[in-house]
């Protein structure tokens, strides 16, 4: 079974930069895409980037698009979310979540997912 850990999340400024990371234990993750979802208290649950099992391929939501970068390390079991520029409307808990493809905006392509991370953007 594969189980999935984010981490990184915390309290920056706006501007500010954070780096997530998503670790997978149980399995290998060089056989999933993954991706990056976020849900805002009292919103829905919104995709913000996946990647191809290879890294070969990213796709991310506009809203993110130029200030977050999404990268894979195979060899370390871990999935990364590079988030710069950080506004208040990216305040949120975020989510990574693996599954056969890179869809980033469709949760319901992803098979395992993790429990979260809040990432609050605040001055």
């Known amino acids: 079974q594969l189980q999935l850990v984010e981490s990184g999340g915390g309290l920056v400024q706006p501007g500010g930069s954070l780096r997530l990371s998503c670790a997978a234990s149980g399995r290998t993750l060089d056989g999933y895409a993954i991706g990056w979802f976020r849900q805002a208290p009292g919103k829905e649950r919104e995709g913000v980037a996946c990647i191809t099992s290879s890294g070969g391929s990213t796709n991310y939501a506009d809203s993110v698009k130029g200030r977050f970068t999404i990268a894979r390390d195979n060899a370390k079991n871990t999935v990364y979310l590079q988030m710069n520029s950080l506004k208040p409307e990216d305040t949120a808990v975020y989510y990574c979540?693996?599954?056969?493809?890179?869809?980033?905006?469709?949760?319901?392509?992803?098979?395992?997912w993790g429990k979260g991370t809040l990432v609050t953007v605040s001055s």
């Open positions: 979540a693996a599954g056969a493809y890179c869809i980033y905006y469709s949760g319901s392509s992803y098979d395992y």
